[in-house]
T-cell receptor, first 117, second 113 residues
Framework: KAGVTQTPRYLIKTRGQQVTLSCSPI?????VSWYQQTPGQGLQFLFEYFSETQRNKGNFPGRFSGRQFSNSRSEMNVSTLELGDSALYLCASSLVDGGAIAKNIQYFGAGTRLSVL | DQQVKQNSPSLSVQEGRISILNCDYT??????FLWYKKYPAEGPTFLIS?????DKNEDGRFTVFLNKSAKHLSLHIVPSQPGDSAVYFCAASDGQGAQKLVFGQGTRLTINP
């Protein structure tokens, strides 16, 4: 079974631009979560989508947004990029079965490394 | 406010010996805990998890211990192997936001031959 796929792997943008990152979850997984990893703040939760609806949101400004499509694929968008947005953006998918906690384990992609100049 | 803390940024262990990685948390609402391993240029890989109704969970060379009263968990790796060299993250979630993981800062484990 293919794992979580994130594209692109690397991205260079300049301040003020916007960027869209893509995530394809493991087949059958309906929940997709996004995380930002920086040396200073570590891994921080951005948001989670389930059945095309944002179900949880972290403490990030409105410049960070996302969406999920009917096939569970997800995109994350950052508008008006700032230097501090340079980070590794990780996507994780999980099966999410209401019964078994074990099925809530999140499986991560390799990430998209975003550099803002 | 760091709700999950890994106070040791790095740990060096000899091959074949036991590696013990520690994690403390402050939020008493956390009821599910996970350990992930991360190699450079890869995403975190799930290792082992434990529910708050248990105090120990074992999977091969990996054992996680949970002490709820101390709000402390630890990951034991026995015996340690060179391939275990990686950054290890502790993560926690509460029942309400099971998909919202709160991560520690990570501990870099180095296994020396």
């Amino acid at each position: 079974k293919a794992g979580v796929t994130q594209t692109p792997r690397y991205l260079i943008k300049t301040r003020g631009q916007q960027v869209t990152l893509s995530c394809s979850p493991i087949s059958g997984h309906r929940s997709v979560s996004w995380y930002q990893q920086t040396p200073g703040q570590g891994l921080q939760f951005l948001f989670e989508y389930f059945s095309e609806t944002q179900r949880n949101k972290g403490n990030f400004p409105g410049r960070f947004s996302g969406r999920q499509f009917s096939n569970s694929r997800s995109e994350m968008n950052v508008s008006t990029l700032e230097l501090g947005d340079s980070a590794l953006y990780l996507c994780a998918s999980s099966l999410v079965d209401g019964g078994a906690i074990a099925k809530n384990i999140q499986y991560f992609g390799a990430g998209t490394r975003l550099s803002v100049l | 406010d760091q709700q999950v803390k890994q106070n040791s940024p790095s740990l060096s262990v000899q091959e074949g010996r036991i590696s013990i990685l520690n994690c403390d948390y402050t939020n008493s609402m956390f009821d599910y805990f996970l350990w992930y391993k991360k190699y450079p240029a890869e995403g975190p890989t799930f290792l082992i998890s434990i529910s708050s109704i248990k105090d120990k969970n074992e999977d091969g060379r990996f054992t996680v211990f949970l002490n709820k009263s101390a709000k402390h968990l630890s990951l034991h790796i026995v015996p340690s192997q060179p391939g275990d060299s990686a950054v290890y993250f502790c993560a926690a979630s509460d029942g309400q936001g099971a998909q919202k993981l709160v991560f520690g800062q990570g501990t870099r484990l180095t296994i020396n031959p």
